[in-house]
């Protein structure tokens, strides 16, 4: 009878033992191989390569002066700038019940960077590999807030071309990064390592596979630490057939339909086809692939194991190999320095940085100018237009009054028109550029803030609003004297006919700021 007991309990403790949860770690380990290339050279001694970038390289390919197998034309088209704007930001501090008690405005410039880039591949040995592709790069630039518009729009026109400069080195990189990656992707043989591939083991101490798991584990890590990307992997098979026999024989021990039955299962299928996978054996990794499918526990897994075995064999086919562990040389054999390039978007005083602008005539004659950015400054008084040799080598600038134009329109969009109106002081930048103010009205060429039917605002000398009413023959700053002491009544003046703008500019809604007068010129016309 105590027999029949013992032997109970230990049939009771073995099946518990077996039903014990089946929770699963990442252990990680390390490999080391060659990366294929997609589309490869297949003869070593044509494995070179000529490019007029520095930057640009192929792994396993020798650099050349010229004519090689794979020549590489970059070229940086540029960085473009967008149409910058100061955006009005809301702060309210509340109280306790919820009801403000301050409200504060912070400004911000915003504006978009955009770059792109040129690509040619001429491939001699397989024609169709030849082609040409565009690459490019976007970034929206927000400021650090300032207390007023006037804060934010000076930081950033006095910090424009460091600004664009930044954007303009980090686009040069990230295509070129780019450039690299499909250049070694496609033709390359790239040496790769990395320790964050993982198996599945065991991490419930209780179970009684957990010792041999872990004991398993241990041994593959310790044997694929020893793979070599240039050595083959022969020793290393025959380190690990004591483990591949190990989770091959866990299979047909944990049968059943059972979610526990199905996690160890799929702990040895994933392992096996991982094993198989990195021993450069894809075929076998695709049988462990699709029983993973089959366990029906994460078939997602499986299918993965089945498609990278699937490009691997792809590889190895193109590339006439069955395996990814052999010597990879690349060197340079132009046997010159590398001499600093030039950088497209660097600013100095010996470099032109140039934006192109139509100028429109008073006679409507249009001509398409380069400017300097710099020279955008005075653009209110004076146009300078960079004038070119013959074979177009910049040789200095025509200074052109700005008074003979009726409209000046760059091809980024910003917008400058002639306007006559009195100015509410001499600026240090007009007498600079040699014009004596004497008061009343004169022609000077304003960027269009904001144009309707009912109301046209525009900028003057990045400072200055101006705001001119269809139908007059000058307009008037709101910096005069006039405007700033009877702002209200201004506002009410030209909202005429509007109540409900009315009634905002005497609840005191607008501020004497190009925001707020761009938000009050677009509701007039808006009113009906």
């Given at each position: 009878m105590y027999k029949k007991i013992t032997l109970a309990f230990a049939l009771i403790t073995y099946a518990f033992s077996f039903s014990q949860n089946a929770n699963l770690d990442r252990e990680y380990f390390e490999v080391a191989y060659v990366k294929l290339p997609s589309k490869p050279i297949l003869e070593d001694s044509k494995r070179t390569y000529a490019s007029n970038k520095r930057a640009i390289s192929i792994s396993g390919f020798s650099?050349?002066?010229s004519n090689g197998t794979i020549d590489v034309n970059y070229t940086f088209n540029g960085t473009n700038i967008g149409n910058v704007d100061i955006i009005k930001t809301k702060h309210e501090t509340k109280d306790k019940d919820g009801k403000v008690t301050s409200t504060s405005y912070t400004y911000a410039a915003h504006n978009t960077y955009s770059s792109s880039g040129s690509l040619s591949i001429n491939n001699s040995v397989v024609l169709e590999n030849s082609f040409e592709k565009t690459y490019s790069e976007k970034d929206d630039y927000v400021s650090s807030s300032f207390k007023s518009y006037k804060q934010a729009q000076d930081y950033y026109n006095n910090n424009r071309y460091n600004i664009k400069k930044t954007h303009s080195t980090k686009h040069q990189q990230n295509i070129l990064s780019s450039i690299n990656s499909s250049l070694n992707s496609t033709y390359g043989y790239v040496k790769s390592s990395t320790s964050n591939e993982n198996f599945w083991i065991l991490g419930t101490k209780k179970h009684p596979e957990y010792p041999k798991h872990m004991e398993a584990?241990?041994?593959m890590k310790a044997a694929f630490s020893k793979m070599k990307y240039n050595e083959s992997t022969?020793?290393?098979?025959?380190?690990?057939?004591?483990?591949?026999d190990y989770f091959n024989s866990l299979i047909p021990v944990y049968e059943g339909p059972k979610k526990k039955m199905k996690k160890m299962r799929y702990a040895s299928y994933y392992n096996l086809a991982k094993i198989y996978y990195y021993l450069d054996m894809p075929e076998e990794s695709k049988i462990f692939g699709q029983k993973?499918?089959?366990?029906?526990?994460?078939?997602?897994?499986?299918?993965?194991?089945i498609r990278i075995s699937d490009n691997l064999l792809s590889k190895f086919k193109a590339n006439e190999t069955d395996n990814r562990h052999f010597e990879v040389v690349t060197e340079d054999l132009t046997n010159i320095e590398d001499e600093p390039e030039a950088e497209e978007e660097s600013v100095s005083d010996n470099k032109l940085e140039l934006v192109k602008a139509y100028l429109i005539s008073k006679a409507g004659d249009t001509t398409l100018v380069d400017m300097e950015t710099k020279d955008i400054k005075q653009i209110a008084y004076e146009l300078r237009t960079v004038q070119y040799t013959t074979d177009g080598t910049p040789i200095g600038t025509e200074?052109?009054?700005?008074?003979?134009?009726?409209?000046?329109?760059?091809?980024?969009?910003?917008?400058y028109k002639n306007i006559a109106f009195k100015e509410s002081s001499v600026k240090g930048d007009a007498v600079n550029a040699g014009q004596l103010l004497l008061g009343g009205s004169s022609e000077k060429l304003c960027k269009i803030l904001y144009e309707s039917e009912k109301l046209n605002l525009y900028l003057f000398n990045n400072e200055e609003t101006v705001i001119f009413t269809p139908g007059s023959k000058k307009g008037k700053s709101t910096l005069s004297t006039g405007f700033v002491f009877g702002f209200k009544k201004n506002l009410i003046k030209l909202a005429e006919g509007c109540a409900s703008l009315i009634e905002k500019a005497e609840n005191k809604e607008f501020k004497n700021t190009p925001e707020d007068l761009i938000k009050f010129a677009k509701e007039l016309a808006s009113c009906e």
């Open positions: 650099r050349v002066k584990y241990e041994t022969a020793d290393l098979k025959a380190e690990l057939e004591p483990v591949i993973l499918i089959d366990n029906d526990y994460d078939k997602s897994d499986g299918k993965n194991f200074v052109k009054s700005a008074k003979g134009f009726n409209e000046v329109l760059f091809v980024d969009g910003t917008h």
